[in-house]
């Protein structure tokens, strides 16, 4: 007993073993640990389709030698009085490694995130991405400055007052651009369209060429492009045209008044005849829908059973023509818009 307070470098035995058992004892005892906690985490994964084990495996992997040697020898001399300057200088340094490793499992962890919440292969979608992971890892080292700043006595609160005033100095000088920067992001994570989706919007329509971070290109039927600012997307209805799985089609139909009664009753049966000989076309109804100035009006109703406007015009075409032919067969007529006048007085003829 006398042996561990004799002392040595100005401090007894006993506090040198101490610390040296404090070092030992952590560094042995994280790495049993992490290995424990590693080799179960990898079993799991094995047997799993889950990706979480795979990110906790990952980021255990993250924390390398030198953090934990430092953090280590830092709780060890905990009972040393070392000069001021020491003691500052090699707690700024573990606090700047710590904070750094934090950091980049931090982003590591963002960036699984972002994977996991959205499609990073959707069209345009990896120009977002790594927008909003710019963003987002700008954010992280900001803070992390701030927060080692603080933890090294520097009084950070005029610093964050300046930082707001900024921010709200840019945000106003630039809110056209970051209304559309984040229009962009709310695209990418929503996807109301992708890239060579048909689209109709405030009276335009076209097919989607480009999404980029404040517009997105749309090339109009007409042949021109299209240039509109992300945010006008995203406060106004869109009409996606390429996920429809059917398309529905209204097909009026005129027909003379001077029709027969009993041909009239049987031309609904004749058109869902005609609708349903076409694999590609799914029959709704057909009805005699309203008497009009000139002429009796039908309305047919079906569905094509792709969003293909191609084959939708083709099939149409089909049933035009058909619908034609059967009118001429049963003699039917289908008037051209005319008006009667009838002249009476003492003038008319």
């Given amino acids: 007993m006398e042996l561990l307070e004799t002392g040595y470098f100005g401090y007894t035995l006993r506090t040198h073993l101490s610390a040296l058992s404090v070092f030992l004892g952590f560094l042995l005892g994280f790495r049993l640990a992490r290995g424990l906690v590693l080799e179960r985490l990898r079993a799991l994964a094995a047997k799993t389709t889950t990706k979480i084990d795979d990110l906790i495996v990952e980021l255990l992997d993250m924390v390398r030698t030198p953090e934990q040697y430092l953090v280590a020898f830092w709780l060890a001399t905990r009972p040393y009085a070392f000069p001021d300057w020491l003691e500052k200088g090699f707690r700024a340094v573990v606090v700047i490694a710590v904070t750094f490793r934090a950091v980049t499992m931090l982003q590591r962890a963002l960036a699984f995130g972002l994977t996991a919440a959205t499609d990073d292969t959707a069209p345009g ?19 992390a400055v701030l927060f080692v700043l603080s933890n090294l006595g520097f009084d950070i609160t005029s610093m964050i007052a300046g930082l707001g005033i900024g921010g709200i100095a840019v945000a106003l000088a630039a809110q056209a651009v970051l209304g559309d920067l984040f229009s962009a992001v709310a695209i990418w994570l929503d996807r109301p369209f992708e890239l060579g989706d048909a689209i109709s919007f405030d009276g335009f329509s076209g097919s989607v060429e480009d999404i980029g971070i404040k517009t997105t290109r749309v090339r109009a039927a007409s042949g021109e492009l299209l240039v509109v600012p992300n945010a006008s997307l995203t406060s106004t209805k869109i009409q996606n045209f390429k996920r429809m799985a059917e398309r529905r089609v209204v097909l009026p139909l005129q027909v003379s008044y001077k ?32 008497l009009s100035e000139s002429s009796i009006d039908l309305e047919v109703v079906y569905w094509v059973r792709t969003d293909d406007y191609g084959v939708h015009m083709a099939a149409k075409e089909r049933l035009l023509l058909a619908v034609l032919k059967a009118l001429e067969q049963e003699r039917v007529e289908i008037p051209y818009p005319h008006r009667a006048v009838i002249m009476t007085g003492p003038t008319a003829s």
């Fill in 125 to 143: 979608g990896a120009q977002t991405r790594r927008t909003v992971t710019l963003l987002a890892n700008a954010t992280v080292w900001i803070v």
């Fill in 259 to 290: 029709t027969p009664l009993e041909t009239l009753a049987r031309l609904p049966g004749l058109v869902e005849a005609i609708v349903k000989k076409d694999d590609r076309l799914r029959f709704d109804r057909a009805h005699v829908d309203k």
